[in-house]
């Protein structure tokens, strides 16, 4: 029997201390549409995505990253790999079952190699949504996500072999590429002193919607990280901005895709990362993001919800 | 039924063959949304490519890209043809 792979990125999940700010935050200025709100949970969508929710924040006393959500085409692969995981000795945090959250489906959760939780899903019901418009600078889809990592290498190695992603490149050896479908990256990770959230990344329809949407948000006086910009790996343009809890989140036009998995040969910009790969434009502007230990000498601390399932 | 182009950029890869086969498998999720894909353009050196497609709704044009091989195109457009 041929190993399960995953097939797509579902969503983000964490927990924040300035939970009201943080919701008001995605829904009015980031351009997130609210789906659903349990007590102390809310989920919100992307307008041009067909995932019931792309990102989801709980209320917590702690800033932690809750899950990362993927998916696999069916339920029986959901089952499949919670017995091949378990096989191979990684801790189940949640049996596979039936998904209380928006849109249902078939899941289960596991810790990865750092301690952060991974629920995979499967028959979760498509949301209504629509092919984004000129001009329309929304979110079209969540991009990817990108973890800091003591050991990026192991972490890249466990991702490609439990769970089929494909490598699609390294920046210097501090930076890996991840895919699970044609996008270059659906996840990364990054080499810091500790496990963390590197950011999270949205996807706007183009560059026009891309820069509206940017100027958006620096108008209404959001703090900025680093950008406007365009890095070398994935052609992705970057607005990396600071959300109310500080974590990094970006918004970013169409990145590059592979459709030969065959033919592609991922390439390393290195050793030490590329010469203006970071900036390929020029416009960038000076590099502020608190995660960034390569290029800030500041580091975020420990997530404290590393090896320690959410409450829900 | 609205006939649509779309618009794929940045594929880092396109080879014939591999684009014969993501054009085979539209072919084969096709029906369940209603949607007739009917040829297509490709320019490997800049990894441009166009999808012309019968379609209910850009919405089904999608879900049958998403369905079939998860290359989705950066824009599409209702267009009528002239010559």
Known sequence: ?312 | MPLYMDLHTKIRSITPEAIREAHRKDLEVQGKYGVKYLKYWVNNDTGCMFCLVEAPSKEAAFDVHRDAHGLLADEIYEVYEGA
């Open chain 1, 1 to 312: 029997m041929s190993k399960v792979k995953v097939s797509d990125l579902r969503y983000a999940a964490v927990g924040v201390p300035e939970y009201d700010k943080q919701v008001e935050f995605y829904e009015k200025q980031w351009g997130l549409e609210k789906v659903a709100s349990d007590g102390d949970v809310t989920y919100f969508a992307a307008a041009g995505s067909p995932e019931q929710y792309v990102l989801r924040i709980r209320k917590s006393s702690d800033r932690r990253v809750d899950l990362v959500g993927f998916g696999v085409e069916n339920a029986a692969g959901v089952d499949q790999l919670a017995g091949d995981l378990a096989s191979e000795g990684v801790q189940i945090v949640a049996q596979p079952g039936q998904l209380q959250t928006p849109g249902g489906g078939y899941g289960f959760r596991f810790f990865d190699p750092d301690g952060r939780v991974v629920e995979i899903s499967a028959d979760v019901e498509r949301r209504k949504y629509h092919v984004l418009e000129y001009r329309e600078s929304v979110p079209a889809k969540l991009s990817h996500i990108v973890l800091n990592s003591p050991n990026p290498q192991l972490c890249m190695e466990w991702y490609e072999d439990k769970l089929g992603f494909k490598l699609s490149g390294w920046l210097g050896d501090f930076f890996g590429f991840l895919r699970c479908w044609p996008d270059f990256h659906n996840l990364a990770f990054v080499k810091n002193a500790d496990a963390n959230l590197h950011h999270i990344s949205f996807e706007l329809r183009g560059y026009d919607e891309y820069l509206r949407g940017t100027g958006k948000l620096v108008q209404a006086g959001v703090p900025m990280a680093w950008g406007v910009g365009k890095h070398t790996p994935a052609d992705s343009s970057f607005s990396y901005f600071i959300d109310p809890n500080g974590y990094t989140t970006e918004y970013t036009a169409p990145q590059e895709k592979i459709v030969d998995d065959r033919a592609y040969k991922p390439p390393v910009w290195g050793p030490g990362g590329l010469p203006n790969a970071g900036d390929v434009w020029g416009t960038a502007g000076p590099r502020n993001m608190p995660e960034d230990l390569a290029h800030t000498g500041r580091t975020l601390p420990k997530d404290p919800g590393l090896w320690i399932a959410p409450p829900v």
